[in-house]
């Protein structure tokens, strides 16, 4: 028999097994589109694989080309992310953001793919996502070092930094012949160090047998420290002193551009490698870039420029932007400082952020992505903070993180082995992926709280807006034509350093229509009788506002004109849109 509790019970189960199917439908983490993972890192086919298959999915928005190849021959992948529904992607803002520079600083080309992904899956399930996707094109390039990036995943040797041109590093007319070497074949280039009694520099650390601790002068160690593994490949005397290629990819850009003997790895001439060329030859034909973001790696840093203190301030009304932007940066990335390059990091001349903010007037960024801090936050810290100099709290914070959160996978332990030119040694130290790369199982924040920085500087790009339009006859067929133009943005349609250095097309206001222009000119308060700002130029139906609009503002010009019929106004700026508004004089 069936009592009233029992019927109770079943509807109970009916009505959970409904809200259970209603969770799975529209829960807070619904299905994915495209379930992709993110707990590995990509080799650069994997990375190509990847882009098509976005490409694939979301066909609409998802536009993927190559912009060259690299000296190995390496497919350059550039996404770009545009709603044609909402306009061609000349004529929307566009945020450049790249990645992977140095061939070991893999942590970016996840982040932009993960950008791409983010995107795409959540344009039709948040708002503020559409509205974005909707309103800027996204030019997005996960790896400008394919070369080094495939070599730093590949092989045992760290030293990826660099591309792979061939580059003579130790002056002897060879190229890349003496590299690190995996003599033991365990896939990793170890440290190497020596047992010499009482001759040595260093000694073992009494609190840790994995640390050496240098001597005080006067005092005898027990240790030498012989370098990584290797050997005199080229039989000169000096160990893995020319490995593959030899220069950096980001010291080779038009701006402060500086020769080798002054900035190390600068190459001959701006631009002289393909990668460097390929990205300024796609940007120069993108001038609506207006946002660009480059990601390094490690230190935790929101860097902008100069690079080098002698290049001077940017202009006041350009910090302005810069510190918002960089400010707000620090509070969505824990960890980080906003910075200045020369002045919080070292000085870099010829790089890729100086670049395109004087030589393309764009707003520029660069990401070390990555702060030890992070995951080296032990009781050891504080000591490190007591004892700043001491050679060894340092090392002990990282063995903590190690042996508690990695369970001793990221350290191989000294261990016997005869050198072919050093005779009996012992070799050991950290894996290539350890402290600079971020471990796997902190991914997701780092690659979703970087991303979320872009989309905010992508939001605060210039957006140019028409406003209020009035029309009043002043007599016959004499009319006064007054149009609020707005950006409703930070970021000015044209920087000082861009107009200072005349790298951005000056925004221009047309007018068409059966209208003759008398008189044109910018209205001081609309709301407060005043003289109006009269614009001294020849022809006021193609006025240059060569300053830009600046951001966050809206201004009113005023048209004295004879005419009849429809008139329209149009603001167009290369950097901010086009906009038009269209009145009637009657």
């Given at each position: 028999?069936?009592?009233?509790?029992?019927?109770?019970?079943?509807?109970?189960?009916?009505?959970?097994?409904?809200?259970?199917?209603?969770?799975?439908?529209?829960?807070s983490d619904p299905d994915h589109r495209?379930?992709?993972?993110?707990?590995?890192?990509?080799?650069?086919?994997?990375?190509?694989?990847?882009?098509?298959?976005?490409?694939?999915?979301?066909?609409?928005?998802?536009?993927?080309?190559?912009?060259?190849?690299?000296?190995?021959?390496?497919?350059?992948?550039?996404?770009?992310?545009?709603?044609?529904?909402?306009?061609?992607?000349?004529?929307?803002?566009?945020?450049?953001?790249?990645?992977?520079?140095?061939?070991?600083?893999?942590?970016?080309?996840?982040?932009?793919?993960?950008?791409?992904?983010?995107?795409?899956?959540?344009?039709?399930?948040?708002?503020?996502?559409?509205?974005?996707?909707?309103?800027?094109?996204?030019?997005?390039?996960?790896?400008?070092?394919?070369?080094?990036?495939?070599?730093?995943?590949?092989?045992?040797?760290?030293?990826?930094?660099?591309?792979?041109?061939?580059?003579?590093?130790?002056?002897?007319?060879?190229?890349?012949?003496?590299?690190?070497?995996?003599?033991?074949?365990?896939?990793?280039?170890?440290?190497?160090?020596?047992?010499?009694?009482?001759?040595?520099?260093?000694?073992?650390?009494?609190?840790?047998?994995?640390?050496?601790?240098?001597?005080?002068?006067?005092?005898?160690?027990?240790?030498?420290?012989?370098?990584?593994?290797?050997?005199?490949?080229?039989?000169?005397?000096?160990?893995?002193?020319?490995?593959?290629?030899?220069?950096?990819?980001?010291?080779?850009?038009?701006?402060?551009?500086?020769?080798?003997?002054?900035?190390?790895?600068?190459?001959?001439?701006?631009?002289?490698?393909?990668?460097?060329?390929?990205?300024?030859?796609?940007?120069?034909?993108?001038p609506n870039i207006a946002g660009f973001?480059?990601?390094?790696?490690?230190?935790?840093?929101?860097?902008?420029?100069?690079?080098?203190?002698?290049?001077?301030?940017?202009?006041?009304?350009?910090?302005?932007?810069?510190?918002?932007?960089?400010?707000?940066?620090?509070?969505?990335?824990?960890?980080?400082?906003?910075?200045?390059?020369?002045?919080?990091?070292?000085?870099?001349?010829?790089?890729?952020?100086?670049?395109?903010?004087?030589?393309?007037?764009?707003?520029?960024?660069?990401?070390?992505?990555?702060?030890?801090?992070?995951?080296?936050?032990?009781?050891?810290?504080?000591?490190?903070?007591?004892?700043?100099?001491?050679?060894?709290?340092?090392?002990?914070?990282?063995?903590?993180?190690?042996?508690?959160?990695?369970?001793?996978?990221?350290?191989?332990?000294?261990?016997?082995?005869?050198?072919?030119?050093?005779?009996?040694?012992?070799?050991?130290?950290?894996?290539?992926?350890?402290?600079?790369?971020?471990?796997?199982?902190?991914?997701?924040?780092?690659?979703?709280?970087?991303?979320?920085?872009?989309?905010?500087?992508?939001?605060?790009?210039?957006?140019?807006?028409?406003?209020?339009?009035?029309?009043?006859?002043?007599?016959?067929?004499?009319?006064?034509?007054?149009?609020?133009?707005?950006n409703e943005r930070l970021i000015p349609?044209?920087?000082?350093?861009?107009?200072?250095?005349?790298?951005?097309?000056?925004?221009?206001?047309?007018?068409?229509?059966?209208?003759?222009?008398?008189?044109?000119?910018?209205?001081?308060?609309?709301?407060?009788?005043?003289?109006?700002?009269?614009?001294?130029?020849?022809?006021?139906?193609?006025?240059?506002?060569?300053?830009?609009?600046?951001?966050?503002?809206?201004?009113?010009?005023?048209?004295?004109?004879?005419?009849?019929?429809?008139?329209?106004?149009?603001?167009?700026?290369?950097?901010?849109?086009?906009?038009?508004?269209?009145?009637?004089?009657?």
């Open positions: 028999m069936i009592n009233k509790t029992t019927i109770g019970l079943l509807l109970g189960l009916v009505a959970l097994t409904a809200v259970n199917v209603h969770a799975q439908q529209r829960g495209l379930s992709l993972t993110w707990d590995r890192w990509l080799d650069h086919d994997e990375i190509g694989e990847r882009m098509q298959l976005m490409q694939r999915t979301w066909p609409n928005f998802l536009t993927l080309r190559s912009l060259g190849n690299s000296h190995g021959g390496r497919e350059m992948w550039l996404m770009t992310i545009n709603n044609p529904a909402t306009g061609g992607e000349l004529d929307k803002a566009g945020m450049f953001i790249e990645a992977n520079v140095h061939g070991n600083e893999i942590q970016g080309a996840e982040v932009i793919l993960y950008t791409i992904w983010y995107l795409m899956e959540n344009y039709d399930r948040i708002d503020e996502i559409k509205r974005l996707v909707d309103e800027r094109v996204f030019y997005l390039l996960p790896s400008v070092n394919p070369d080094g990036r495939d070599y730093f995943l590949d092989n045992a040797g760290s030293g990826a930094r660099t591309g792979h041109i061939p580059v003579d590093s130790d002056g002897d007319g060879l190229f890349d012949e003496d590299g690190p070497n995996d003599l033991n074949g365990n896939g990793v280039i170890e440290q190497i160090r020596k047992y010499v009694p009482g001759q040595g520099t260093h000694r073992i650390s009494h609190v840790d047998p994995r640390l050496l601790e240098r001597v005080f002068p006067g005092e005898n160690g027990d240790w030498v420290l012989l370098g990584r593994e290797g050997i005199d490949d080229d039989g000169d005397g000096r160990v893995n002193e020319d490995p593959v290629g030899g220069y950096d990819p980001n010291r080779n850009y038009g701006s402060d551009w500086q020769p080798n003997y002054i900035q190390g790895g600068s190459m001959n001439y701006p631009f002289q490698l393909p990668e460097a060329r390929a990205i300024n030859d796609f940007m120069m034909t993108r973001q480059s990601f390094h790696n490690s230190g935790g840093m929101i860097l902008r420029g100069p690079g080098a203190a002698w290049q001077g301030r940017y202009p006041t009304s350009d910090i302005r932007v810069y510190d918002e932007i960089g400010e707000n940066g620090e509070r969505m990335l824990p960890y980080y400082d906003y910075l200045v390059i020369w002045r919080g990091l070292y000085t870099v001349h010829g790089g890729s952020i100086d670049w395109t903010n004087d030589g393309l007037g764009i707003i520029s960024y660069s990401n070390e992505l990555w702060n030890g801090g992070q995951y080296f936050n032990s009781p050891l810290l504080q000591e490190q903070r007591q004892n700043p100099n001491s050679p060894i709290s340092p090392q002990r914070s990282r063995f903590f993180f190690d042996d508690f959160l990695e369970f001793g996978d990221q350290y191989v332990e000294w261990a016997p082995f005869e050198h072919p030119v050093y005779g009996q040694v012992e070799m050991g130290g950290w894996k290539k992926l350890s402290g600079r790369v971020n471990p796997r199982f902190m991914s997701m924040e780092l690659f979703h709280r970087n991303m979320a920085f872009t989309l905010y500087h992508a939001d605060q790009m210039p957006l140019m807006s028409i406003g209020e339009t009035s029309v009043e006859r002043v007599g016959g067929n004499l009319y006064r034509v007054r149009v609020d133009i707005t349609t044209i920087t000082e350093r861009a107009r200072q250095n005349h790298v951005v097309r000056p925004d221009l206001i047309t007018v068409q229509g059966n209208v003759d222009i008398v008189a044109a000119g910018w209205v001081a308060d609309k709301f407060r009788p005043g003289p109006t700002q009269m614009i001294d130029q020849e022809e006021l139906d193609r006025i240059l506002v060569r300053s830009g609009h600046p951001g966050r503002t809206t201004r009113t010009i005023e048209y004295l004109v004879r005419g009849s019929g429809a008139m329209t106004v149009t603001y167009s700026a290369v950097k901010g849109g086009t906009v038009s508004a269209s009145v009637q004089l009657r």
